[in-house]
């Protein structure tokens, strides 16, 4: 299994930030640090929407594969030609 080495800046701060929060999680856990909910709420947002984009981030040189869209249902059911 090939290790995760961050290739762009990007990759290197998401890490830091991902591992960061987790981090003050762990202290606010055990009770040597302490965040109002409004930060708390902040940090949740981060790190979801960072562990969201590389999750769905495919891998580099492979294109998504987009089904076509589905006709709708309604009473007309003549095909439109273009």
Request: charged content about 15%.
């Amino acid at each position: 299994m090939k290790k995760f080495i961050p290739q762009t800046f990007n990759d290197f701060l998401a890490i830091i930030l991902i591992v960061g929060i987790a981090v003050l999680w762990g202290l606010q856990g055990k009770g040597l640090m302490t965040f109002p909910a409004e930060v708390n709420g902040g940090l949740i947002v981060t790190w979801t929407l960072i562990i969201q984009y590389y999750y769905r981030k495919g891998p580099p040189g492979v294109e998504k594969h987009n089904p076509p869209p589905t006709p709708t249902t309604g009473t007309d059911t003549t095909p439109v030609v273009k």
